[in-house]
């Protein structure tokens, strides 16, 4: 049986984030970004992504808390060495803000394990960024 903890540092989770200008107005505090996850399966076991977990702070210090099934209304199943890109987005009364959290992955009809989601940063040319 595999150990979890070594299948989950085989979970490879990048992302890119698009500050989207046209879509917001800095005038009513609307800062809305897409961002690109790429998750990339390189363990040797077929993984399926059950849940995700954000918590994104905004510069001004709100954070919101966003917990759901799946990713993009799809739990994708992942055959090792292969990846799942989507797109979806973040709505931001802040003109920056960071985002984390993780993806609740199962393994072979397993029990689920946490895999994390490395912060990035929501950049607006309105504000510095927030990482470095």
């Not at 890119?16 to 390189?42: C, G, M």
């Not at 993806?103 to 072979?108: G, V």
Request: aromatic residues 10%; charged residues 20%; glycine residues 6%.
């Amino acid at each position: 049986m595999n150990n979890n903890n070594q299948i989950a540092d085989k979970i490879y989770i990048t992302s890119q984030p698009v500050f989207l200008e046209e879509e917001s107005s800095p005038f009513r505090d609307q800062f809305v970004w897409a961002y690109h996850i790429t998750i990339k399966n390189l363990s040797d076991c077929p993984i399926k992504i059950r849940k995700r977990h954000w918590l994104i702070t905004e510069s001004r210090g709100i954070q919101q808390e966003i917990k759901g099934n799946g990713v993009v209304g799809q739990e994708p199943m992942l055959q090792p060495g292969e990846s799942f890109v989507y797109t979806s987005g973040a709505l931001l009364s802040s003109p920056s803000g960071m985002m984390e959290g993780n993806y609740e992955i199962e393994c072979d009809d397993g029990p689920c394990f946490l895999v994390p989601i490395p912060a990035f940063s929501l950049d607006s040319p309105h504000e510095k960024s927030l990482i470095h």
